[in-house]
T-cell receptor
């Protein structure tokens, strides 16, 4: 079956440009997460959407980062005025439900590899 | 608050030998615990989880993990390692009493299995 899909798989852009990263979660999954991973390191939590609730934006590193989720499905992570330290792999994950009692694992896409020149 | 620690950045084992990848956690309530594996240029894949009940959890690819409440640990194990098990492994915890669905991940352990 279809898993989590992320596009583009690779993105190279110049410092100062804006970028948009897309995530298509598994159909029916109400919870969606964005993470950043640098050079095979650990995961840095960025933002979390659960159904129609207000997103948890506590992990966004600066106001240059924003994300939206339209219609409870597709999500877009936008980075404005990119800096070289934004270079990383951006991973998206979804799960069946993300509320307090959920014991479901997250399903990850293969990520977008972002390189800022 | 919830946290998880993977004390070893790297674990090396010989093919056919047993392997252990360590994980300890801290939560204020009851934990949900997860192990994920990441192969190069791929996203994380779910291996197994502990919710409640039997402390020994069996998962994909012959992996298992043992929940130890007194030691707040959830070590990943496999009786006989394969070269193909070489990958980056992540432990994750969620406190289902206090946290609305957000997991905390460890920094990862690189497992290398040598022929």
């Amino acid at each position: 079956g279809a898993g989590v899909s992320q596009s583009p798989s690779n993105k190279v852009t110049e410092k100062g440009k804006d970028v948009e990263l897309r995530c298509d979660p598994i159909s029916g999954h109400t919870a969606l997460y964005w993470y950043r991973q640098s050079l095979g390191q650990g995961l840095e939590f960025l933002i979390y959407f659960q159904g129609n609730s207000a997103p948890d934006k506590s992990g966004l590193p600066s106001d240059r980062f924003s994300a939206e989720r339209t219609g409870g499905s597709v999500s877009t992570l936008t980075i404005q005025r990119t800096q070289q330290e934004d270079s990383a792999v951006y991973l998206c994950a979804s799960s069946v439900r993300g509320d307090r009692v959920s014991n479901q694992p997250q399903h990850f896409g293969d990520g977008t590899r972002l390189s800022i020149l | 608050a919830q946290s998880v620690a993977q004390p070893e950045d790297q674990v090396n084992v010989a093919e056919g030998n047993p392997l252990t990848v360590k994980c300890t956690y801290s939560v204020s309530g009851n934990p949900y615990l997860f192990w994920y594996v990441q192969y190069p240029n791929r996203g994380l894949q779910f291996l197994l989880k502990y919710i409640t009940g039997d402390n020994l959890v069996k998962g994909s690819y012959g992996f298992e993990a043992e929940f130890n409440k007194s030691q707040t640990s959830f070590h990943l194990k496999k009786p006989s390692a394969l070269v193909s098990d070489s990958a980056l492994y992540f432990c994750a915890v969620r406190d289902h009493n206090t946290n609305a669905g957000k997991s905390t991940f460890g920094d990862g352990t690189t497992l290398t299995v040598k022929p």
